[in-house]
């Protein structure tokens, strides 16, 4: 029976841990991230409609974009030093390895959240706008967006900080923006709009641009993450 207890348990333990540390990584603030995104959704939206603008799958996924980047900013940039607001670093590097998966599944936890609210979005556009696929909206909006997240977590352990590593994060995405146009059909793009097919150009060589990009973002994601989790070795340096 005590075996049998102990698997009951298990499921309990998973939530009390995934609440515990939701409570850390949105903290209070997250909220006020949340309402941005969405005023900012829901503003661009009825432009759009005043406007009398054609929309599209392409149209709903730049209007998604931005969102989807502020839903991200706050968990990944504020992560670490939420941690040392809330006294957790002595307890994080008190047991080895312990860290990691600590991280690990608050960056799965947030982009999961991240991914459910981009559905929620996508379905009230397909409602108000225009139809679209919810999840392959959603599904391609990860890409850039945990892309930007992974890359906030690396900076974020680098600099320690969580408006150091804003101000890092807001230069970057500046210069990504400003780039965009000259990178509009490359692989390189990281807001390429796979839906935004440019004109005169052969739909089966963009589905190979698009592969590549969506290929270049996942190694982006992977090396920035692993990066990440080297820096939280240094223990000197958070504490």
Do not use: H
Not at 176 to 188: A, K
């Amino acid at each position: 029976m005590k075996p049998s207890n102990k698997l009951q348990d298990i499921p309990a333990i998973v939530v009390k841990m995934v609440k515990y540390n939701m409570k850390i990584i949105f903290a209070s603030r997250f909220i006020w991230f949340f309402l941005f995104s969405l005023g900012f959704f829901i503003g661009v939206s009825l432009l759009f409609v005043y406007n009398g603008n054609t929309l599209n799958e392409a149209s709903v996924y730049g209007i998604l974009l931005f969102p989807g980047i502020i839903l991200i900013f706050y968990p990944t940039i504020f992560g670490i030093q939420n941690d040392e607001d809330a006294g957790m670093l002595e307890i994080l590097f008190g047991i080895p390895n312990y860290r990691y998966k600590i991280w690990l599944l608050r960056l799965l936890i947030t982009y999961l959240l991240i991914f459910i609210l981009l559905v929620l979005f996508s379905w009230l556009s397909s409602i108000f706008l225009a139809p679209v696929s919810t999840f392959e909206i959603a599904g391609q909006l990860m890409f850039p967006v945990i892309f930007l997240g992974s890359l906030s977590f690396m900076f974020s352990s680098v600099i320690r900080n969580g408006y150091g590593t804003a101000a890092i994060m807001i230069l970057i995405g500046f210069a990504l923006f400003i780039l965009t146009d000259t990178l509009e059909r490359s692989q390189w793009n990281i807001f390429l709009n796979p839906f935004n097919i440019p004109n005169n150009f052969n739909e089966i060589i963009w589905e190979g641009v698009i592969i590549k990009n969506r290929i270049f973002l996942s190694v982006g994601i992977i090396v920035s993450i692993l990066f990440g989790l080297y820096n939280l070795q240094r223990r000197e340096k958070f504490i």
